[in-house]
Each structure stands twice: as structure tokens, then as C-alpha cells.
Nanobody
């Protein structure tokens, strides 16, 4: 398990922006650069869904619902995973969860299989 701690959630109006961050701690045998990282989101009514992933080579993958509005990135100097969210919609309201996996595929379809997860940070978008 990779220790993950999210920050940056909040309440915004539709059309607004937020920047989420996830502090990724080191674990024995793996470096930050070797991890497959991603963001999930969950509401009380739904199962967690993959939002974005970024693989070891920096290739990014997004859910269709957020393509063009969300940007996932890594800050190697601080072991941070970031998610820039723009043009927020009320349907983006959810708990956003940082996730990681040590091996396996890193595309958006596999995001919900990432076993290491943080506690999540709430994003609330009002209309």
C-alpha cells in the first residue's frame, strides 16, 4: 500500500476551478516515478469511477466526462500528484480520491482497480 493524502477540495460555483493535490509517500522498493497514479471520484449514490490516470512515462488518460476540463500531472520534485479541474459542473460534485498501483495497466478503465487509496477530498459545485 502506498500512503496517499489529498488536499485542495472545496466548494465552488459552476464554471469555477479547483486544484487538487495528493502527497505520495515513498515505499520500500519503489520510487515515485515508477508508480501508476490516478484520481477516482465517488458520490453516495454511485460506485467509484475513474477520473484520470498518469502512467510511469507520463502518459495521461481521462474519463470521457472530464476530457478537456481536467488535467492530471506529477510533480517529481515534491512527490505530488495534481489534478487541475476547470469548467466545473454540478455533476462533478463528489469525493475525489487519489489512488495508486505498483504494477499492471494504468489506463482509465483500470483506475478502479488501484488498491492504494487516500481518504479523499470533497468537491462541491453549486449551480
Amino acid at each position: 500500500q502506498v500512503p496517499l493524502v489529498e488536499s485542495g477540495g472545496g466548494s465552488v460555483q459552476a464554471g469555477g476551478s479547483l486544484n487538487l493535490s495528493c502527497q505520495v509517500s515513498d515505499i520500500p522498493g519503489y520510487t515515485f516515478s515508477e508508480l501508476c497514479l490516478g484520481w477516482l471520484r465517488q458520490t453516495p449514490e454511485k460506485e467509484p469511477e475513474g477520473v484520470a490516470t498518469i502512467d510511469r512515462d507520463g502518459l495521461t488518460h481521462y474519463a470521457d466526462s472530464v476530457q478537456g476540463r481536467f488535467t492530471i500531472s506529477k510533480d517529481h520534485s515534491q512527490n505530488l500528484l495534481n489534478l487541475q479541474i476547470t469548467s466545473l459542473k454540478p455533476e462533478d460534485t463528489a469525493v475525489y480520491i487519489c489512488a495508486a498501483r505498483l504494477s499492471g495497466l494504468c489506463t482509465i478503465n483500470y483506475a478502479t482497480r488501484f488498491r492504494s487509496r487516500g481518504q479523499g477530498t470533497q468537491v462541491t459545485v453549486s449551480s
